[in-house]
């Protein structure tokens, strides 16, 4: 599963890739309205904010495995959270 948290100032920022909208909800999500759905899920996160970071760790106790994917060379989050 993919999940691209980043939120826009109105709308969620989506990824910019081919047939994306043809799966999302099977795959790809940009909303998590239930943790449960991804429990014992290997979850894939695309950001380095602290969006990306607070998901991530709110997941490290239901996920089998969280992969944080950032296009920096640093993570842009609080230090705590950056820490844990």
Known sequence: MVLASGIGVFRPKKLDAWE?????????????????????????????????????LNFLNIAEKIILIHKRGQFHAHAESIKK
């Open 20 to 56: 994306v909208e043809e799966i999302e909800g099977k795959g790809i999500s940009f909303f998590v309205t239930e943790k449960k759905i991804f429990r014992d899920k290997e979850i894939t996160m695309v950001g380095g904010g602290d969006s990306a970071i607070d998901w991530a």
